[in-house]
């Protein structure tokens, strides 16, 4: 009797698996499509991509586009390629990122930890920064960076996207150590530890995965920022968002879809980077928040 | 001169009044035990202590000094966490040594130290574990590492056994016992447990919401309590506290203990509080604890007053070295300890010996003792 129905379970196992396989490898397929044409057509020389064949494999390949995109395309009035841009945006994003997090760091390790009157009252206002609509603060944000003389320099766009960030990361960092034991924080006290003492040698070293997170949430979306980008850069302070638009609007001569394709690619790298070598801890910090928080 | 002095120490967080004055000391090298039910306030009086919260008002003194306003760490204190509070990404034997890395103590002096505690508390051989991979008693002998390493004034500890199995809990116990009487450090101690209180303490505090109840060595708590809450609260099993009413009998008063449809028990008084007299004629709470009701051949033969009764035996629960019996009077169940070999039964009526040497008497209404 019990072979027929373990047989049974088997078949309707290998049924579901079937199923639940073949849906996901056309989502994978659906989602990878474009990267591979991305990447298919900007190696193979303008002439191919003309010819029609969105999908074919290069017929000879070429890594001119590549080099094109990187250091000599058009971009805006100069032919400089990507790569002034590429290194705005890396001083750019390096500084901003890691000032949000620490600051994050510190409003969280203060909000949950040396409590004051008003405390959630000051957190519940940090929270609806994340609330705000970018559009909404350009102009005081222009007006502001004016003021300090850094309007169109990359310490005025480090300023903003600081600012702008701190909301995210005071939350990340808040949620997290209200699951800190309290009495850690107490014990460090009777042992003698000062305020940053206790944050770097106590705190810190626990925070290892919201850290992960909020470095991977800041970096990619001041990476991927267009907005501010474009709003408050002047000439060379251009990020690398922007330069792409540059690039691909570019009015003169012809549309070199190669080059736009490896330029877009470039752009996307350094985000897909930080994706591909610290993906798994992501995952295990945002679970690792779920259940505390 | 006491070490440890509290005086009219008041607490609230925001609008809720938490400790409501209270007074408490302790000589050098005692040991003070803590108690009382949950949420009274234990922990907080300790946090007090160690400076880890503000105080709303009153004085705390330590060695003669005030140190209301003293940081925790200018306290000079030890404390040891209920929780233990280990810090997680340090190894055992920088958990030991962090106070003194941050005081700047040089490092052969500190491993020297962790080396001494390590092989006091036997964990020498887990000193470069992470907390995480030590059982909970190992853990438990680190906390208690972390706060004997540094030879402090006083020594907190709040509820250091809880978390432990029974035998754990033993076995740290009479280790906590010996360190005591060898480094002869000043000691509070919050514990849920009556044997930790009774067998660890030089003095005991009982605190009720805040309000400190006694305060006294174990065998006055135990034997003469000034209420009828500190008199259920220390004990196990607890004191029976019997409603009875006083009589005359000849020219002596007497206890008188209904028993319903039964003939009411009479104990003959001699002696007995003075105040005793006053409530002639009234009801009061007669207060026994189970070991002063017992067989009369186990009954204390030293006692001046003792007065046998033919009880009815309800329940009989053996438990190895005693038997308990139950009984009603009054309308409450009373249990009796006998010895473990007495000859009772269920439903049977035995004489009952009432050791009134050791009986008390409450007021009713204020709950008060009567003395
Ligand atoms: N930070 C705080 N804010 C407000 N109320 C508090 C705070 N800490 C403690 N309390 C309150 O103070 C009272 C006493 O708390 P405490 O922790 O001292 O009790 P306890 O006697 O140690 O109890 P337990 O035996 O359960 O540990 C409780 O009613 C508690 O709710
Ligand atoms: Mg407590």
């Known amino acids: 009797m019990s072979v027929p129905s373990q047989d049974n379970a088997a078949r309707t196992g290998i049924f579901a698996r079937a199923i639940i396989y073949s849906a996901l490898i056309l989502f994978a397929i659906y989602y990878l499509l474009p990267l591979y044409v991305m990447l298919v057509n900007s190696l193979k020389p303008l002439d191919e991509i003309r010819q029609g064949n969105m999908l074919s494999l290069p017929q000879q390949w070429t890594f001119e586009p590549w080099r094109s995109a990187w250091s000599t395309a058009q971009i805006g009035v100069s032919p400089t390629g990507l790569k002034p841009y590429f290194l705005n945006s890396i001083m750019m994003v390096a500084p901003a990122v890691a000032l949000s997090t620490i600051l994050g760091a510190l409003n969280g390790y203060v909000l949950t930890k040396w409590r004051f009157k008003g405390d959630n009252l000051v957190f519940g206002l940090m929270l609806l920064a994340c609330f705000i609509p970018f559009q909404i603060v350009l102009i005081p944000s222009a007006r502001i960076l004016g003021i300090l003389g850094l309007a169109g320099s990359i310490p005025g766009l480090i300023l903003i996207h600081m600012v702008y960030g701190l909301g995210f990361t005071t939350l990340f960092f808040r949620n997290y150590y209200e699951a800190f034991p309290t009495e850690l924080i107490r014990a460090a006290q009777i042992d003698g530890a000062s305020f940053f003492q206790i944050f770097r040698r106590i705190l810190l070293p626990s925070s290892g995965p919201i850290i992960v997170v909020t470095v991977i949430w800041q970096f990619t979306n001041i990476w991927n920022d267009f907005l501010f980008g474009s709003s408050f850069s002047s000439v060379d302070s251009i990020p690398i968002t922007v330069a792409l638009n540059n690039l691909v609007n570019s009015s003169t001569g012809v549309k070199e879809y190669n080059v736009h394709f490896a330029g877009a690619i470039l752009a996307a790298l350094p985000t897909l980077i930080v994706y591909i070598v610290s993906g798994r801890y992501f995952v295990r910090g945002l679970m690792a928040g779920a259940v505390k928080g | ?371």
Do not use: W
């Open chain 2, 1 to 371: 001169m006491s070490f440890l002095q509290i005086n009219e120490l008041h607490k609230s967080f925001g609008a809720t009044h938490i400790l409501k004055g209270i007074n408490l000391e302790i000589e050098e090298g005692g040991f003070l035990v803590l108690v009382g039910p949950s949420g009274c306030g234990k922990s907080t009086l300790l946090n007090t202590i160690a400076g880890l919260e503000p105080i709303t008002s009153g004085e705390i003194r330590i060695n003669g000094n005030q140190v209301n306003d003293l940081h925790p760490s200018k306290r000079d204190i030890a404390m040891v966490f209920q929780s233990y509070a280990l810090y997680p990404n340090m190894t055992v034997g920088q958990n030991i040594a962090f106070g003194m890395e941050i005081r700047g103590v040089p490092k052969a002096e500190r491993d020297k130290a962790i080396a001494d505690v390590a092989n006091l508390l036997q964990i020498g051989h887990l000193l470069d574990r992470k907390p995480s991979q030590l059982s909970g008693g190992q853990r438990q002998r680190v906390a208690m590492g972390r706060a004997l390493v540094r030879d402090p004034q006083v020594f907190l500890f709040d509820e250091p056994l809880s978390n432990l199995d029974a035998k754990l809990r033993i076995d740290m116990r009479t280790e906590i016992k010996r360190l005591h009487q060898r480094m002869k450090t000043t000691i509070v101690y919050v514990t849920h447990d009556q044997i930790e209180a009774m067998t660890l303490a030089t003095k005991i505090a009982v605190l009720k919401d805040g309000l400190l109840q006694q305060f006294g060595t174990p065998a006055e708590i135990y034997n003469d309590p000034v209420n009828m809450f500190v008199a259920d609260f220390m004990g196990s099993p607890a004191m029976n506290l019997v409603p009875a009413t006083i009589v005359t009998e000849g020219n002596k008063l007497a206890v008188k203990l209904d028993r319903g449809e039964r003939q009411p028990i009479l104990l003959p008084l001699s002696g007995g509080p003075a105040g005793l007299s006053a409530y002639n004629g009234k009801k009061v709470i007669f207060g026994i604890r189970p070991e002063a009701l017992t067989d009369p051949d186990g009954a204390d033969r030293n006692a001046s007053q003792l007065a046998t009764a033919d009880c009815h035996i309800e329940v009989v629960e053996p438990a190895g070295s005693d038997t308990f019996a139950v009984t009603a009077l009054g309308g409450k169940h009373v249990v009796a300890r006998l010895r473990a070999d007495a000859n009772v039964k269920p439903g049977t009526t035995t004489p009952l010996a009432f050791n009134l040497t050791k009986a008390v008497f409450f007021d009713p209404e204020s709950q008060n003792r009567i003395s």
